[in-house]
């Protein structure tokens, strides 16, 4: 039993010592300097916005800034008439043949002047991600701003295309460079 105060009434709970942790915030939140001036409150948040603002602007630049020149990331090359090939890893000569007939197919579309085409395999999920964040569970895509064409993955025979999937992850090779193809016509 709790003992009574003189005059039979029980103690109440603001009868007891102050915790000092409590008493120790209301301290510091009382002193002048902890204080933000109403000004400074009102400066503050558009300061954060314009902050937060530009922070966001820079990372999409950044972005933008990789996919029109993606070439850093990629370390091995190979150039000829009608293909720019880059890669993550060595590129075995049975993908770049089979590369080349089909860039050398599809790159005179309706009799025009012939272009190059330039085709990134990624061999990565992070970086293919990077390049294609839409469409980050598929063959192939192609960048709407440069006309790249990223591919996600390639067998070393250089026959199919394969992506981030457990199911249903192959596809020839011929097949996804026309559908990243389609659109440019």
Do not use: W
Not at 27 to 38: D, G, P
Not at 52 to 62: E, F, K, S
Not at 109 to 134: A, D, I, K, Q, W
């Amino acid at each position: 039993m709790r003992p009574r105060k003189p005059g039979g009434v029980p103690p109440s709970r603001h009868d007891r010592a102050p915790s000092p942790i409590p008493v120790a915030l209301r301290t510091i939140t009382r002193l002048k300097s902890f204080r933000l001036s109403e000004h400074r409150e009102r400066a503050f948040l558009p300061a954060l916005f314009k902050f937060l603002a530009g922070l966001v602007l820079a990372l999409l630049g950044l972005m933008a800034l990789f996919v029109m020149y993606p070439q850093p990331f990629f370390s091995y090359r190979h150039q000829d008439e009608f293909l720019d090939l880059h890669s993550t890893e060595p590129l075995p000569m049975a993908l770049v043949s089979t590369l080349q007939r089909a860039a050398a197919h599809r790159s005179t579309p309706n009799g025009s002047e012939p272009r190059r085409l330039r085709v990134f395999l990624c061999n990565h999920y992070g970086l293919y991600s990077l390049f294609c964040p839409t469409s980050s569970r598929e063959f192939g895509c192609r960048s709407l701003l440069t006309d790249n064409i990223f591919l996600a993955r390639v067998d070393s025979a250089g026959k199919l295309a394969l992506r981030n999937r457990p199911q249903a992850n192959q596809a020839p090779l011929e097949a996804v460079l026309d559908r990243a193809l389609a659109g440019q016509e």
